[in-house]
């Protein structure tokens, strides 16, 4: 006797009470039970797929977007007195495979430039993809204008939050990663800290959190130019073994030397499929 069709609905040739009860009583809860294990399984593997697709066009426009982007970052550079010049050229490349690559990838992706000093490399992303004209960088900090030294929420497009006290802009892409999860919304955090950004308590506070919670639609991209305001990274508060202290939070970390922006790309769709958990990205630049 058939109960449950091809089009997962119930229906009895038997006697017509029991079809009806079934019908009533039980198929509701079944199809709910059924629809609810679907929605992980789909999700599961979505995310686990984000990447997997054939990157040949993606590679092809980061490198046409890593030639573009640097030649627009030169020029505002110029026009902003190079502030901050070299902390934002050593984010850059990152910028552009966020936003040129894993953005085009996974649209549904949150960014969050966490070192908000580098500025200059995110507006010249952001002008890059047509978000920002000519005349929001001649206006560029100006008491009206909505490009500040650090970008600000609500004012940039783009700037999810307003960033600059180091440390912040992780907490928050703690926090946007658990709701897409709760929420079972596909996509990922991706959050870039400089590494004397790593001298702050909060950062760690925060990945402790994402392990405990088993994030794994974040990922933590650090900056590592071995510079901070006072001097080398290493005189001022020793970073390393930055690998080895990342995995004892539990994080699943990848260590490259970010030449293009195409290798951080890939080094990301990797962690990213390869990885459970929350993953952190440590980019040599």
Known sequence: MNIYNSTGDFDAPISSNVAAWVNTHLAPSLNSLRNLFLNLVIRKQSLKGLLNTDNT???????????????????????????????????????????????????????????????????????????????????????????????EAFRVPEAIVSTGSLGQGLSVGVGLALGMKMRNENGIVAVVVGD????????????????????DNLVIIVDRNRSQLSGDTEDIKPKEPLVDRFRSFGLCVNEIKGSSAQSIFDALAKLINKCKGPKALIVNT
């Open 57 to 151: 066009n993606i590679h092809l426009d980061l490198r046409l977007a890593e030639n573009e982007v640097h030649e627009i970052f030169n020029k505002l550079s110029s026009i902003m007195n190079k502030y901050h010049h070299e902390s934002s050229e050593s984010s850059l490349k990152i910028l552009v495979a966020l936003y040129h690559g894993l953005k085009r990838m996974v649209p549904n992706s949150k960014i969050i430039l966490s070192k908000g000093h580098a500025s200059i490399a995110f507006y010249s992303v952001l002008y890059s993809n047509g978000v920002l004209n000519e005349d929001d960088i001649k206006e560029f900090g100006g008491p009206l204008s909505k490009l500040q030294a650090h970008p």
């Open 196 to 215: 004397g950004e790593l001298d702050e308590g909060i950062v760690w506070e925060s990945i402790a959190t994402a392990s405990a919670k088993s994030l």
